[in-house]
């Protein structure tokens, strides 16, 4: 089975994992802090791998300064973003609906930054994965209590999702043509201009390294930080930016499928059914023409 065929399967389901690491690293560390340690971490593996394949990186200022911007999008205000939010109170739930509108801002962004065409297809699609994901998730921030939930934080967390619909059209526009290895080693070195002097301000360093933080740790850099993301790069790369961010639309339900294995939520039958109406949407989304 080629690479083509199973990346957008392997991209969603790693992608999706991110939540459950969110909540598992809540409970070892500051947000800021462990994503802080993730992304030096992610970064000293890209360079070990970029030497062992002898990776030449380019002498090319602007290339690093770009790559690195993409890399504050994408990683540092987004998970920053998020994590932070999650920290504060913000319920998985709220945090899965406001992640689920990125595909459709950023098939909103790619018609009109970098000149995308969506098929008739396609929009039905984003419309329809969007109305599964409210389906599968609106029972839930219904039955919480908003007002536990501070406004600033729920506004963070839509921020964070603005920030990465944004890299992934900036991504698309200024990295096509350049390899995937390099980029992402610059990238995570970006991504710590923003959580490391936030881990100061709004953390204080007080980590339990036990086995859930190493557990956590590993497959937060290796899972998601190394593979998630050049699968992501690669699926940039190989079509548009929408059906990529399409994708994004099954996180919800398989974040939903994880939460009940490590933590035996039982999901709901409206989650059940959004989940299937999801799946639709992506599939028209990301149908060949």
Request: with cysteine.
């Amino acid at each position: 089975m080629s690479l083509e065929r199973i990346a957008p399967s392997l991209f969603a389901f790693l992608w999706s994992t991110g939540w459950i690491a969110a909540k598992f690293g809540a409970g070892v560390a500051g947000p800021m802090v462990f994503l802080s340690l993730r992304f030096g971490a992610a970064a000293m593996l890209m360079l070990l791998l970029c030497r062992l394949q002898r990776v030449p990186f380019p002498r090319d200022l602007r290339l690093m300064a770009v790559s690195m911007l993409s890399g504050v999008l994408l990683h540092g205000l987004y998970l920053g973003a998020v994590w932070w939010a999650i920290a504060q109170g913000v319920p998985a739930g709220l945090s899965g609906v406001i992640a689920a509108l990125q595909p459709l801002l950023t098939a909103i962004l790619a018609v009109h930054l970098i000149g995308e065409r969506l098929s008739r297809n396609q929009k039905t699609g984003l419309l329809i994965g969007f109305a599964g994901v409210a389906v599968a998730i609106a029972p839930n921030i219904l039955a919480a209590s908003a007002a536990s939930i501070a406004a600033w934080a729920i506004l963070i967390n839509v921020l964070g999702m603005i920030s990465v619909s944004y890299g992934t059209i900036y991504q698309k526009k200024k990295l096509g043509g350049h390899d995937l290895r390099v980029v992402v080693t610059y990238q995570y070195l970006g991504a710590l201009f923003v959580t490391l002097p936030l881990s100061f301000l709004l953390d204080t360093w007080t980590i339990d390294f036990g086995w859930v933080f190493w557990s956590v740790m590993a497959w937060s850099v290796l899972a998601n930080s190394l593979v998630g993301i050049l699968l992501l790069l690669y699926l940039l790369r190989q079509g548009q930016a929408s059906r990529a961010a399409a994708l994004v639309y099954l996180v919800p339900a398989l974040t939903a499928l994880q939460a009940l294995i490590a933590f035996g939520e039982v999901p709901s039958m409206p989650m059940v059914i959004g989940a299937a109406i999801t799946i639709f949407g992506v599939y028209l989304t990301n149908r060949s023409a």
